[in-house]
């Protein structure tokens, strides 16, 4: 039988989550809301909602376990995440096993598919277009991070990966629409996963900055904005594997949605 209820003083363990996820991924992190869970004949879980303090509109969901309230005494957790986070070496900041049995994050697609926005965006010009990578369904609560190219190697298989890609259209003609959307997967491609799903729209009155900020701060329903936007000239969907073909220009204007279409994928 479990019993699920608001908990009225969830400050008595956001510390100890906002520490958690500072000493993991070395940002600063705050938790928007939290419910504790009694589960009868078993240990309660502490469910906190929480964003990092550079994307207020991402949530995400981390597990607070509090069977290690029978193992570790009142802030021992709290100092020994302070203790391995004050290391600067990544190697160094690993949680120990011993802590890290205690939390679970689903954070960490957030940060990878951040890191790979990273890597691409040094190879693409943001007067010309922008874009943002989601990562769904490959979570594992890793004790130690690795590196972006390790993590895309080893959830190739279960990683499903979409493209959000914001084009300056500034009066472009289909050729010009579909060589920028070539340009696009081209800069995408070499990456190893297997299958990439790209949306790409067409954008007039172009300005990334805002384009960035309504992608963050809406987060969960960035498309339908979009789709939805005045300033959204045309909409294209494809997908594309590493190795495959980029599709052709006659089938590139059969999935091109104008503004005008009463239909947007």
């Known amino acids: 039988m479990k019993n699920s209820v608001d908990s009225r003083v969830y400050g008595d363990y956001r510390e100890e989550v906002e520490e958690y996820l500072k000493t993991k ?57 302070k203790e391995a986070g004050a290391h600067d070496e990544a190697n160094l900041r690993t949680i120990p096993e011993e802590i890290e049995k205690y939390f679970e994050d689903k954070y960490v697609d957030i940060f990878y598919q951040n890191k790979f926005d990273e890597k691409i965006q040094n190879k693409k010009n943001k007067d010309e277009y922008f874009f943002r990578t989601v990562f769904e369904g490959s979570y594992k609560n890793k004790t130690e991070l690795i590196p972006l190219d390790e993590f895309i190697e080893d959830q190739t298989e279960n990683l499903h990966v979409y493209h959000y890609v914001f084009v300056n259209d500034t009066g472009f003609s289909k050729n010009e629409r579909y060589e920028a959307a070539r340009k696009i997967a081209e800069h995408i491609r ?76």
């Open 190 to 265: 070499e990456k190893a996963f297997s299958k990439h799903m790209i949306s790409v729209y067409f954008v007039k009155g172009y300005d990334v900055d805002k384009i960035e900020k309504l992608f963050l701060d809406e987060y969960e329903d960035h498309h339908v904005i979009f789709e939805d936007s005045p300033n959204t000239i045309a909409k294209c969907f494809f997908t594309l594997e590493p190795k495959g073909e980029f599709i052709s220009l006659d089938e590139f204007e059969s999935r091109l949605k104008l503004r005008s279409d009463s239909n947007h994928e």
């Open 25 to 81: 991924y070395n940002e600063d992190f705050t938790v928007v809301s939290a419910r504790r869970e009694i589960r009868y004949g078993q240990g309660d879980i502490f469910y906190a909602l929480c964003y990092n303090n550079k994307y207020p509109g991402v949530l995400f969901n981390t597990s607070y376990y509090l069977d290690a309230n029978d193992v570790f005494k009142k802030n021992e957790i709290i100092e020994i995440l």
